[in-house]
């Protein structure tokens, strides 16, 4: 019965959705509707609400529905939905403002007399205005009113105008700022948690472990990593269109002609390129230069797209005036202002000391009192023209509240899919299709693609991610990124603007398309553009990097990047560590030779035994990263029989494993048989239970004799490459901290010197002193400098006893004197070696630090260098397949 309600639920939805019904009242609805008629006939029929669910009773799904739909407003943690009204106003606000309009023009000109150039210009301008805008309809309507007339003048081939017109319109999806990405980011960010649990559980199952390690982690994702996982991808979509309109014309010139520019490429005509261009080249630089930079967050920079969209408006829709630019004069001095302020002056007014501090503080206040007149001023002068402002806020608010209420919606649709076992279904599905990761992907992908010739992007991101994206992310096999999968079904959900019959660019289109255009040819134009996404998705998901690259970069150059120790860094970590050898191993190694001469004779023994050991973990490990290459072929040799193999049983372990919890809801059903329950159906159960114990007996016969023994080999050599990266990384962790540790002693040595008065002096208060207190007060303050001090243990220790001799109401002064000249032996001692070592191994030793700093001791720095990050970034761009440790 689970089945049929959960058929029903989908029939409902559909029916729903395809009378044209509100989707935001159709999802919710039909999962109230679903679980209440469930309810309803479990009642009726088996006298339990909960009969016909998959766990609990109607109430508790309802309820879990609600839960679901809180924690879209209420989840404190979850604040990347703020974004949403910030972006849709900056998009609605350069829209109305006639930003496209300008942008049109000026780039066809421009584009002109380049074969296809009115179609490359198209596209470019669509670009610029996903960047800026991001509303597809107000894209597609702009470019079909200004652009489509123009185009069907100068001979261009119909369906080439329509296609590029509504594929380019389509861009704001992919390219940030983006709303399917920042919904996008909301929903993987609940699936990276029931990922990670899946992914523990099956390690657990398969391996017996209790814990999984942390490096193989699902990690999360955040908005401003979908924007930054997007821009490259979303750029070579760009490209794409571009080339083939080019391609297109070379080909066939009759059908997108070159078209001249009848006027001059004067200064005029180049001033006006720039004070088109440069204002939306200026406000992307600001909303996705600040994210990228790590100096905003994705609402933060809302906030600064929002304001920029209004300080644009405000010049753009007051044309007559000569103080048409001033506000936004006004507001970019201010700007710069603040910029040179901040990065010269100390902004605490706690902190403030002296006249300059002051004098910052004041520049600080005049120009926040400078860009807010310019926003007022801006935003009083789109309020006055055409009420701009109210259409804006309008607009804005009714936008908003749809895709809310649409979120809302899903929540507890999502909700009604599990109460009926939905998402368990889908994942057996999914997990019993041959083929691993690949084939699960390609069928999702597939659904989507299908998906979006009927539904809207909003309905698609918020109910068929949540319940795919968890299995997807949890596959060991692949171990695919959030931020890609996300990008991946982002570019893949931008079809649905262009794909018939409820593609809604093409009814934008279809809507400002004079009527000699059929609708026909608009459907021929758009198939190429379609293709050519679907030629964008192979090429990003065959390309991991292109999205991973940038988030991670981003990423390990910011303040807050994982420091070097990090346990998901130490694969990339130890490839780096190895090309640095590759490169300059000889002069590391010179540096090693020529600290292992060094003269250590002089030293304490202890000492020079850890410098000692430092020098031959140091050759240790480089020996180490011979044993990591060794071990990790041998492992990569044996994985070509062992897959496989490991794959079958996986298969069988995960067939007795559904049999087995088949098996024991089946007892369990016996167990709690009641009255009630006729004996035919008893007789039933224990038929499957007897069905169901001969079929895990026979699975476990599928299982080859060999198998432990093969698995244990397998085993064996995964363990000796861990052992040789583990020996590796505390040898090499020991060749830079004991030598570090000991700079860090001769660091101290003018302290150290500076207390030898301090220490002779207490010889004559252990002698002379009369009042015992005092004597273990002067006492211990020196014993407290010589603490701090590195390496001056063994003079603190014996002053420690003399205090706590001189602690005493009658001390012992005789016995005092004696552990006094001990420490003041050992601090002589001491004296002369740290001034021998300060001459003769301080140059020595900093030469060997700088040698090995940036290698066999990186993993000791505080934080990764330039370099380092920059590998790091693009070495774990990639997926690399960790199901052999599943």
Known sequence: MELFFLLVLIVIMAASLGSGFPVAFALPGAAILTILLAGASG?????????????????????????????????????????????????????????????????????????????????????????????????????????????????????????????????????????????????????????GVLRTNLYKAATGEISMPSVFDVGSTSAGEMFLGALVPGLVLVGLYMAYILIFAIVRPSAAPAVHYEGKYGAEFWKRVALTLVPPLTLIFLVLGSIIMGVATVNQAGAIGAAGATVMAGYRLFESDKRRYWPAILGIASVLLLAYVVQTYPMNIKLIRTASDQ??????????????????????????????????MLDTAKTTSLVFVILMGAAILTSAFRAFGGEDLVREFLNGLPGGFWSKFIVVMGVIFILGFFLDFIEIAVVVVPIVAPILLADPSANVTAVWLGVMIGLNIQTSFLTPPFGFALFYLRGVAPAVVKTIQIYKGVIPFILLQLVALAIVGLTPPLVNYLPNRVNFLSDTSPPPRNPRLQYCMDQYVADQFAERGEEITAAIKAARALDLSFLPKSVAKKLTVAFENADAAIAGL??????????????????????????????????????????????????GISQARITRLKSRAEELRGKIAGLKTEIPTDWPQTYQAFRSQVQAEDKARNSYRRAADTSYENVAKFLEILNATPDYLALENEIQALREVIETSDNPKDAEARIKAVTKQLSRIAGAKDVSKPLSKVRKIMRKKKPKRDKALVEFEKALAAYQA?????????????????????AIRGNLGARQQPRLTREQALYMAWCSSGHRDISLNF
């Not at 799904?61 to 900056?90: H, K």
């Not at 310019?374 to 259409?391: A, C, D, F, N, P």
């Open 43 to 195: 009642y009726i029929f088996a006298g339990d609400t909960g009969a016909y669910f998959h766990s609990g009773d109607a109430w508790q799904w309802l309820s879990a529905g609600v839960t679901n739909l809180r924690s879209v407003y209420w989840v404190p943690e979850r604040d990347t939905l703020i974004a949403v009204p910030l972006f849709i106003f900056m998009g609605i606000m350069l829209q109305k403002s006639k930003i496209a309009e300008d942008l049109l023009v000026t780039m066809a000109q421009l584009f002109g007399p380049v074969p296809g150039g009115l179609g490359i210009s198209v596209v470019f301008v669509g670009a610029l205005l996903a960047a800026t805008t991001g509303i597809v309809g107000a894209t597609v309507v702009a470019m079909g009113l200004i652009s489509l007339p123009a185009m069907m003048r100068s001979n261009y081939s119909t369906p080439l105008a329509t296609g590029t017109i509504a594929a380019s319109g389509t861009l704001g999806q992919i390219i940030p700022p983006s709303i399917v990405l920042i919904i996008l980011a909301d929903q993987l960010a609940s699936a990276t948690d029931q990922a």
């Open 626 to 675: 011979d044993e990591i290459a060794r071990t990790s072929a041998a492992v990569e040799a044996a994985s070509i029989d062992y897959r496989p193999k490991l794959t079958a049983e996986r298969w069988i372990e995960k067939d007795i494993r559904k049999a087995e919890e088949e098996l024991a809801a089946v007892e369990q059903a016996l167990s709690n048989t009641r009255s």
């Open 359 to 392: 004098t910052g503080i004041w520049l600080g206040i005049a120009g926040t009192l400078g860009l807010i007149t310019s926003l007022g001023w801006s935003g009083i002068r789109v309020l006055r023209i055409e009420g701009t402002m109210h259409s804006v």
């Open 830 to 850: 001491q004296k002369a070696w740290r001034e021998t070592a300060e001459n003769q191994l301080r140059p020595g030793l900093e030469t060997y630090l700088d």
